[in-house]
């Protein structure tokens, strides 16, 4: 049996269909990590966290496009915003790379359970809005 942790979370930063720029991967932020969830984790090598408001962390990155499902198991296409709620199952995966070497957390499936579209912080002009 693989070593897979199941947790809730909530999605901060979530760029599974975009390369993010600073690191150059598909990646996103799991967060609000129950305690449980947390010591899971670092049982299997996966270092976690913590930060005002993101709660217990991780950050699963793919250099590949990563997909989330809704919980009848279809693809969700829409663009997923900070404070959606999920549940997620990781497993940890060992990398070497210029005499560095580490665990790092693989994204095995997102199942998104309430969706908080994104939405670009431009948001309207409406004339009856602006001050």
């Not at 932020?29 to 991780?58: F, H, P, R, V, W």
């Not at 997909?67 to 549940?87: C, M, Q, V």
Request: charged fraction near 25%; aromatic fraction near 6%; hydrophobic fraction near 40%.
């Amino acid at each position: 049996m693989e070593n897979l942790v199941k947790f809730k979370c909530d999605i901060m930063w979530a760029q599974l269909a975009k390369v993010n720029d600073m690191s150059g991967k598909f990646q996103v932020n799991l967060c609000n990590l129950s305690d449980a969830a947390a010591k899971a984790l670092e049982e299997l090598g996966i270092s976690t966290l913590n930060k005002e408001g993101m709660g217990n962390y991780i950050t699963c990155k793919s250099n590949t496009p990563m997909k989330a499902f809704d919980t009848h198991g279809d693809e969700i296409n829409e663009l997923i915003g900070n404070g959606s709620k999920a549940k997620a199952v990781v497993k940890p995966y060992e990398w070497a790379y210029k005499n560095k070497k580490g665990i790092s957390p693989s994204l095995v499936k997102l199942v998104i359970t309430d969706l908080v579209e994104y939405a670009s912080a431009g948001g309207s002009l409406d004339d009856d809005e602006l001050l």
